[in-house]
């Protein structure tokens, strides 16, 4: 069993940006960052393979997100830049059980962080 923390969430201004940090308890394999916004389903936001070479975004983020990983230290971040009041949601770090590519499929990922709230004002 592996447990996830997140940190960094918190209110900033449009255009401004913040970084999201994920420890891990223990090994994780792929790893992604999702997130639920109010009245709407969670939905993926990027993810990272085990090794760290292979990354993915959701459209609505590309270009401005980046996220990566230490594997040394068990952690993985978002760095979440020229934020926009849509990015506002409860941002949740999740790491496969198995499995060193990520997916956008909430189903694929055993493990979960209790959420960290992002709030943009505009």
């Known amino acids: 069993q592996v447990q996830l923390v997140e940190a960094g969430g918190g209110l900033v201004q449009a255009g401004g940006s913040l970084r999201l940090s994920c420890a891990a308890s223990?090994?994780?394999?792929?790893m992604a960052w999702f997130r639920q916004g109010p009245g709407k389903e969670r939905e993926f936001v990027a993810g990272?393979?085990?090794?760290?070479?292979?990354?993915s975004y959701a459209d609505s983020v590309k270009g401005r997100f980046t996220i990566s990983r230490d594997n040394a230290k068990n952690t993985g971040d978002l760095q979440m830049n020229s934020l926009k009041p849509e990015d506002t949601a409860v941002y949740y770090c999740?790491?496969?059980?198995?499995?060193?590519?990520?997916?956008?499929?909430?189903?694929?990922?055993?493990?979960w962080g209790q959420g960290t709230q992002v709030t943009v004002s505009s």
């Open positions: 990272i393979s085990w090794g760290g070479g292979i990354t």
């Open positions: 223990g090994r994780t394999y792929a």
């Open positions: 999740a790491s496969r059980g198995t499995g060193s590519r990520s997916t956008y499929r909430p189903e694929d990922y055993d493990y």
